[in-house]
């Protein structure tokens, strides 16, 4: 079976196209290099020695996806990734990410809904939840009205996916993430923010390196011990093996449900302090940082309720929150040691 990776040469789509190569799946990745290069095929082969056909495409092109699924009929399972994510963005441009994070998925859905059979794994976000009202935040908390237009992106994306299901031989697994960091342990593939990084751990590394003065830190009067906030930060090599798992479980039709949601995410929360001191720890050195406003939109604390994904998909967590830092910071020293 020949699986579609959409956005599979970004940060979360190539990790996850090596763990699907060590499963012995053929991956064929759709990306249109708007946030990301060609150059991540070869950390992927370096990686696994496996050549994944890669087609320049973009998924807001309905008749080229239609063409993609006329080349390749062996496709049956999707692993969807290719979106828009930049919160701040999404707010100053909002119909970039309605038409890129919902037309896409629409035409890829009216592709897969015409086979007898589709698996289908939809990178979602623990941003549905907005603030949620009860730590840890499992699987039937509330799902809040959206703070930006790409966390209602992801909202009406589940929508769209859980109507078509009903009419359709599409499964589906809605996989909702924390928050992703780190690199490959090979140091080949990793994450590569266009411009200044929007989320924590690259800018932290990336002023490791001394091309940042030092971190912002938005905000300490949180209602949280340190009075910064809580996330819950995975392995991003964690977070792509959930993937697998969760395919699997389509194709072995162990889903009990046409539409199932998983939160992943370790269970802990680190706050952007911790974060900070677990990269002292491991970079041995002092980090430049200073305290200024609260970001608009961020909510105080999120971390995961992992029993489900524990118990019914099988899956859990390998890396600790200094061993995910660890791989971020060895990533960007070699990135910027090319
Ligand atoms: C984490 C914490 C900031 C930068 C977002 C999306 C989520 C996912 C991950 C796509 C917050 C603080 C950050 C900085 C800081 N996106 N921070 N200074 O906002 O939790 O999640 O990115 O998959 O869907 O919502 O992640 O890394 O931006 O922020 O103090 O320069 O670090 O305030 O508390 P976030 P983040």
Request: include cysteine; proline fraction near 4%.
């Amino acid at each position: 079976m020949k699986i579609l990776v959409t956005g599979g040469l970004g940060f979360i789509g190539s990790h996850t196209v090596v763990e699907l190569q060590n499963k012995g799946f053929e991956v064929v990745i759709i990306d249109n290099l708007s946030n990301s290069s060609e150059d991540v095929l070869k950390g992927i082969v370096a990686i696994t020695g496996k050549q994944p056909i890669f087609e320049k495409l973009d998924l807001r092109e309905k008749h080229a996806v239609k063409d993609f699924f006329k080349k390749h009929t062996d496709v049956s399972g999707v692993i969807h990734f290719a979106a828009s994510k930049a919160v701040g963005e999404s707010v100053a441009n909002p119909l970039l990410y309605y038409e890129n994070n919902i037309a896409s998925l629409v035409y890829l859905l009216q592709e897969l809904q015409q086979k007898p059979e589709a698996h289908f794994i939809f990178s979602s976000s623990c941003t549905v939840y907005g603030q949620a009202d009860v730590m840890p935040i499992d699987e039937n908390a509330s799902i809040k009205p959206a703070i930006s237009p790409y966390g209602n992106t992801k909202q009406i994306g589940e929508e769209i996916i859980t109507d078509v299901t009903k009419v359709s031989n599409i499964n589906a697994i809605l996989l909702r993430y924390f928050n992703p960091i780190g690199a490959h342990p090979s140091g080949e593939i990793g994450e590569l923010p266009i411009g200044v990084p929007q989320n924590l751990v690259p800018f932290i590394t990336q002023t490791g390196m001394g091309l940042r003065k030092e971190l912002m830190v938005y905000g300490n009067d949180y209602p949280t011990p340190d009075g910064t906030c809580i996330r819950d930060y995975i392995h991003v090599v964690d977070l792509a093996k959930a993937h697998v798992v969760a395919l699997q479980r389509l194709i072995e039709k162990k889903n009990t449900d046409k539409v199932e949601v998983f939160n992943l995410g370790t269970g802990v929360g680190s706050s952007v302090l911790e974060v900070i001191s677990s990269f002292e720890k491991v970079s041995g050195k002092p980090f430049p940082y200073k305290i200024v406003a609260k970001r608009e939109g961020d909510v105080t604390k999120a971390y995961a309720n992992t029993d489900k994904a524990n118990n019914v998909l099988g899956w859990k967590t390998e890396s600790s929150l200094d061993e995910s830092i660890e791989s971020a910071w060895k990533w960007e020293q070699k990135v910027r040691s090319k």
